[in-house]
């Protein structure tokens, strides 16, 4: 008899596998298929942040606010190893946003949220603190200092996956869900390998579609249903450019059409500066940032900053679709970013779909899925609420000892280097020594791909954390993309296809492929 999963979910971006995790923790048996990599959608072309989003509060969604405020910390606590805290510096522009609406947001900001371990709100002297001097002399003279937190947004998604996997979930990728089908007493998914045209179906209870951009088309193409709710896809686009400033500190910026740009820190020797948002009609997988977008970040910050920024300074563009419920806003930027849930029943089978929703608040919108589909699923090994304590892999660690542990792995592997023994500690968190594997010497590693990236690393991110092209790997897992040049990035891909028969035994081993 063919198993039945309790749950099966389309679409491996951080909604997808955050309930895959959740569920799997749980008690259930779930499937999740994802028709490219992990996080190879919206999710890893984001700010890299975990923030309440200030500038929700004009548009009144204190509730979203709210929520997300209170994520900060829990996050944090689970995966201290791949977020961390930020603080941003809020310069007052003149004939913008008054300071004293600016001070009264952020004072909601700081007690809405129950903050407890991030700093608070303070008032900054432009002219005299050191945040200042990277701002163009003598035009902001004061400023507000708050908190938010950074995070390494596909590493996210991977690590929820992965825990899933090890909670017992089937996690396919490069697997394309065709069709959802009705049977007398579940749902037939048909899936469709999209390396080799391979198909297969799998049978479940319930069925969750987490497909962000591609969410209607789903509903509607794969399982026959007409959405009754919309998706507004929305492009969201990003720069980086060389490091701008000396600091470890962040901007926001505000514009005179009412967004705001962030500036953030980036890999110590870059500076990430985004987003832009307007409404996207096409392909998902074929956005680009334009050549206006790239034009307006850089005319943002040249705004504030003595040092000025053009487009030949861009060193890479990224865009992203953001997949957000359409609310009938007129404008993008009004556009909601909360979520909201399309319950299905046909035949009696659940079909959830969500629209919307940001990497902050993936965990409640996780435990939130999964409380409407509760009366579908098995009575739960775990209770709700459990995700928020449990560490992801690698974050059974205090938020603070990041750097202890990178002096221990030095201390056991005498061959690294400082700055390796970090990336690997922010990476990998306590599992880095399962990535040296008891590496006795830098030969060890194997081959040396570019920059500080081994042969060791890359078998390890096969094995255990879905990999399968170099793309994933160096953009997605490591991100060392912007550290390696194309002929490596090429020969990576090369050796990987040479030892394929090799690399895809401890996959299935780890729990990672059906």
């Given at each position: 008899?063919d198993?039945?999963?309790?749950?099966a979910?389309?679409?491996?971006?951080?909604?997808?596998?955050?309930i895959?995790?959740d569920?799997?923790?749980r008690?259930n048996s779930v499937?999740?298929?994802e028709?490219?990599?992990?996080a190879s959608?919206t999710s890893?072309?984001?700010s890299k942040?975990?923030?309440g989003?200030l500038?929700?509060?004009?548009?009144?969604?204190f509730?979203?606010?709210?929520?997300a405020?209170?994520?900060r910390?829990v996050?944090?606590?689970?995966?201290?190893?791949?977020i961390?805290?930020?603080r941003?510096?809020?310069?007052h522009?003149?004939g913008?946003?008054?300071?004293?609406l600016?001070r009264l947001?952020?004072?909601?900001?700081?007690y809405?949220?129950?903050?407890r371990?991030?700093?608070?709100?303070r008032t900054?002297?432009?002219?005299r603190?050191p945040?200042g001097?990277?701002l163009?002399?003598g035009?902001?003279?004061?400023?507000?200092e708050?908190?938010?937190?950074?995070?390494d947004?596909a590493?996210?998604?991977v690590?929820n996956?992965?825990?899933a996997?090890?909670?017992g979930a089937?996690?396919?990728?490069?697997?394309?869900?065709i069709?959802?089908?009705r049977l007398?007493?579940?749902w037939?998914v048909?899936l469709?390998?999209t390396?080799?045209?391979?198909?297969?179906?799998?049978?479940?209870?319930?069925?969750?579609?987490?497909?962000?951009?591609?969410?209607?088309?789903v509903?509607?193409r794969r399982?026959g249903?007409?959405a009754k709710?919309?998706?507004?896809?929305v492009?969201?686009s990003?720069?980086?450019?060389?490091?701008?400033?000396?600091?470890?500190h962040?901007?926001t910026?505000?514009n005179?059409?009412g967004?705001?740009?962030?500036?953030?820190?980036?890999q110590?020797?870059?500076?990430?500066?985004?987003?832009?948002?307007?409404?996207?009609?096409?392909?998902p997988s074929?956005?680009?940032?334009?050549a206006?977008e790239?034009?307006?970040l850089?005319?943002s910050?040249n705004d504030?900053?003595a040092?000025?920024v053009t487009p030949?300074?861009v060193?890479?563009?990224?865009?992203g679709v953001?997949?957000?419920?359409?609310?009938?806003?007129?404008?993008?930027?009004?556009?909601?970013?909360?979520?909201?849930?399309?319950?299905d029943?046909p035949?009696?089978?659940p079909?959830l779909?969500?629209?919307g929703?940001?990497?902050?608040?993936y965990?409640r919108l996780?435990e939130?899925?999964?409380e409407?589909?509760?009366?579908?699923?098995?009575?739960k090994?775990k209770?709700?609420?459990w995700t928020a304590?449990?560490?992801l892999?690698?974050?059974?660690?205090?938020?603070?000892a990041?750097?202890?542990?990178a002096?221990e792995?030095?201390?056991?592997?005498?061959?690294?280097?400082?700055?390796?023994?970090?990336r690997?500690?922010?990476?990998?968190?306590?599992?880095?020594?399962k990535v040296l594997d008891?590496?006795?010497?830098a030969?060890?590693?194997?081959?040396?791909?570019?920059?500080?990236l081994?042969?060791?690393?890359v078998?390890?991110l096969?094995?255990h954390?879905f990999?399968?092209?170099?793309?994933?790997?160096?953009w997605?897992r490591s991100?060392?993309?912007l550290?390696l040049?194309a002929?490596?990035?090429?020969?990576l891909?090369?050796?990987?296809?040479?030892?394929?028969g090799?690399?895809?035994r401890?996959?299935?081993?780890?729990?990672?492929r059906?």
């Amino acid at each position: 008899m063919d198993k039945v999963f309790d749950l099966a979910i389309i679409g491996g971006g951080i909604n997808g596998c955050g309930i895959a995790r959740d569920a799997a923790g749980r008690g259930n048996s779930v499937f999740l298929c994802e028709m490219n990599d992990l996080a190879s959608g919206t999710s890893s072309w984001s700010s890299k942040l975990i923030h309440g989003g200030l500038r929700y509060l004009e548009y009144y969604e204190f509730r979203l606010v709210r929520e997300a405020l209170l994520e900060r910390e829990v996050l944090w606590q689970i995966a201290p190893h791949i977020i961390r805290p930020l603080r941003f510096v809020l310069p007052h522009h003149a004939g913008l946003r008054p300071a004293w609406l600016l001070r009264l947001g952020l004072f909601m900001y700081d007690y809405l949220g129950g903050r407890r371990l991030l700093p608070a709100t303070r008032t900054v002297n432009l002219a005299r603190d050191p945040v200042g001097q990277p701002l163009a002399p003598g035009r902001f003279t004061k400023g507000f200092e708050y908190s938010d937190c950074f995070v390494d947004d596909a590493r996210l998604v991977v690590l929820n996956a992965r825990d899933a996997a090890d909670r017992g979930a089937v996690i396919r990728t490069r697997t394309r869900a065709i069709e959802a089908l009705r049977l007398d007493d579940c749902w037939q998914v048909v899936l469709e390998d999209t390396i080799t045209g391979f198909q297969s179906s799998i049978k479940a209870r319930a069925l969750v579609n987490a497909g962000g951009p591609w969410v209607e088309d789903v509903l509607s193409r794969r399982a026959g249903i007409n959405a009754k709710a919309k998706v507004r896809l929305v492009q969201g686009s990003h720069i980086v450019v060389p490091r701008l400033y000396d600091h470890d500190h962040a901007y926001t910026f505000q514009n005179s059409d009412g967004r705001v740009v962030f500036v953030i820190p980036f890999q110590n020797d870059f500076t990430l500066i985004g987003t832009t948002d307007r409404d996207y009609d096409g392909d998902p997988s074929k956005v680009k940032a334009s050549a206006e977008e790239i034009a307006y970040l850089c005319q943002s910050v040249n705004d504030y900053l003595a040092k000025q920024v053009t487009p030949a300074d861009v060193v890479w563009a990224y865009a992203g679709v953001r997949p957000l419920y359409d609310d009938g806003a007129s404008e993008a930027k009004a556009a909601t970013r909360d979520y909201v849930f399309e319950f299905d029943a046909p035949g009696g089978l659940p079909l959830l779909s969500i629209f919307g929703g940001k990497i902050t608040t993936y965990r409640r919108l996780s435990e939130e899925a999964l409380e409407r589909l509760e009366q579908y699923l098995p009575s739960k090994a775990k209770p709700a609420g459990w995700t928020a304590t449990a560490p992801l892999p690698g974050g059974d660690l205090d938020v603070s000892a990041i750097p202890a542990l990178a002096d221990e792995l030095i201390r056991d592997n005498s061959f690294l280097s400082r700055s390796l023994a970090l990336r690997l500690a922010h990476a990998y968190g306590t599992r880095a020594s399962k990535v040296l594997d008891k590496a006795s010497s830098a030969a060890d590693l194997g081959q040396l791909f570019g920059d500080t990236l081994t042969e060791r690393e890359v078998r390890y991110l096969i094995a255990h954390e879905f990999a399968r092209t170099a793309e994933d790997i160096v953009w997605r897992r490591s991100k060392l993309g912007l550290r390696l040049s194309a002929d490596e990035v090429k020969a990576l891909d090369d050796w990987i296809a040479t030892h394929r028969g090799g690399l895809d035994r401890p996959l299935k081993e780890a729990g990672g492929r059906a």
